[in-house]
């Protein structure tokens, strides 16, 4: 299997689990501006290029999803006050965001994550 064939789709939706209604919706307007398309709800019969993860404010169950969708190769792009607390849960994280930070630079993070093979998607430890 090539590269162009394993790198997520960047067509689908970067799936946002964001609880914080304005960030939420500055960040899907941001996603949205640089040709993204946001999807703030999971839909198990979607797929997704990518997804960004309010660390601080996730469930066991979206981190439980999270795990499952970065294990079929979904990159993760993480946010929080502390990147301790995005470390114990275990999480591949690709990025991160500490709370506070520019919409358009992790917009522009997560188009160079896409846009390189899989195999050389920097994982944060």
């Known amino acids: 299997m090539d590269f162009i064939e394993r790198r997520p789709e960047r067509a689908n939706p970067v799936l946002c ?6 960030l939420r919706e500055d960040l899907g ?3 949205t501006s640089q ?18 993860l309010d660390i601080d404010d996730a469930t066991p169950r979206q981190i439980s999803t999270v795990r ?10 993480l946010i ?7 470390r114990e849960t275990g999480l591949p994280c690709m990025a991160f ?6 919409t358009d ?5 997560l188009r160079a994550l896409l846009e ?3 195999d050389q998607w920097p994982e944060v430890k």
């Open 105 to 109: 630079l992790l917009v522009a993070r």
């Open 35 to 52: 040709g993204f398309r946001a999807a703030m709800r999971l839909d198990r019969a979607r797929s997704y290029c990518a997804v960004i």
């Open 97 to 102: 965001f500490t709370m506070a930070f520019v």
């Open 17 to 22: 689990l964001i609880r914080n209604a304005v």
């Open 29 to 31: 307007e941001a996603l």
């Open 80 to 86: 929080g006050d502390s990147i301790e607390t995005a």
């Open 116 to 118: 390189a093979p899989p």
């Open 68 to 77: 499952s969708l970065a294990e079929a190769g979904v990159p993760v792009i």
